[in-house]
């Protein structure tokens, strides 16, 4: 019975994380935008286009951007993560499903960011250039 126990114990650990060990390959690598939201929503989808509008700076503050409804892929490009499942995002970062919601995760995998609107690149670019870590890149690229 104990045996049992701890086997269910595991599965339900490897079920319920399964998100974080999908995050935790880009700890301190990698920024994460997270977009939740339905895409038939215009919201989601000017914030998309909004992101995608600045490929330079995306990539020069090492941000990769996700798009999490009704499946989780990355944008650009939409290649979808079946083995990770929206609503463990979701349930995660305590974001209603259809809820459109805006979170930016550091580097060390921590919320950094986190809005219930619309978010223009330049207001992103701010917040994560007062980052220390990002403080610290921008000296070492001088």
Known sequence: MKNILVALFM???M????????????EWKNRIALVFGDDS???VNKQIDELTSAPEEIADRDLMLFYIG???YEIPGKEIHKKIKSSE???????????????????DGGVKFN????????????????MP???REMRQNK
């Open 11 to 13: 599965m339900f650990n």
């Open 15 to 26: 079920v319920a994380f399964g998100q974080e060990d999908f995050f935790e390959q880009f």
């Open 41 to 43: 929503e215009a919201l």
């Open 70 to 72: 009704d499946e989780f």
């Open 89 to 107: 995002i979701r349930n995660r970062y305590e974001v209603d499903e259809n809820e459109f919601r805006f979170i930016l995760l550091g580097k």
């Open 115 to 130: 809005k219930t609107s619309f978010v223009k690149n330049q207001t992103l670019f701010a917040i994560i250039d007062t």
């Open 133 to 135: 870590m990002r403080q």
